[in-house]
């Protein structure tokens, strides 16, 4: 399927971490990047962190910038998201999208072709 498929999600205490993949096996070819997008709960999908398929550019928004890291795993033609010190505003349902062909523009402003279906990501205190 070309749909990408989170995993990794669940529930963490403020300050902990999780690491989130985004399987893109699906999809043999074709793909110029990688966005995680995430939506808290009753707010609007927010850009989190973006990386192109070469690994070669990396974005991410303020709000978790040092904090989390996105990175590509080649072996398992995936896209991680590395997320230390997480903190209560980070809960959402957390999104991987694929991007199949490159654009002019931040990989933030770019419209993505695939969606995944979302892994839930809980922070408590």
């Known amino acids: 399927q070309a749909r990408p498929v989170e995993s990794g999600g669940g529930l963490v205490q403020a300050g902990g971490s999780l690491r989130l993949s985004c399987d893109a096996s699906?999809?043999?070819?074709?793909?110029?990047?990688i966005g995680w997008f995430r939506q808290p709960p009753g707010k609007e999908r927010e850009f989190v962190a973006a990386?192109?398929?070469?690994?070669?550019?990396?974005e991410y928004a303020d709000s978790v910038k040092a904090r989390f890291t996105v990175s590509r795993d080649y072996a398992k033609h995936s896209a991680d998201l590395q997320m230390n010190s997480l903190k209560l505003e980070d809960t959402a349902v957390y999104y991987c999208?694929?991007?199949?062909?490159?654009?002019?523009?931040?990989?933030?402003?770019?419209?993505?072709?695939?969606w995944g279906q979302g892994t839930q990501v809980t922070v408590s205190s």
């Open positions: 999208a694929i991007r199949k062909n490159s654009g002019f523009g931040f990989l933030r402003s770019l419209p993505y072709d695939y």
């Open positions: 699906g999809r043999a070819f074709g793909i110029y990047a």
């Open positions: 990386i192109t398929w070469s690994g070669t550019t990396t």
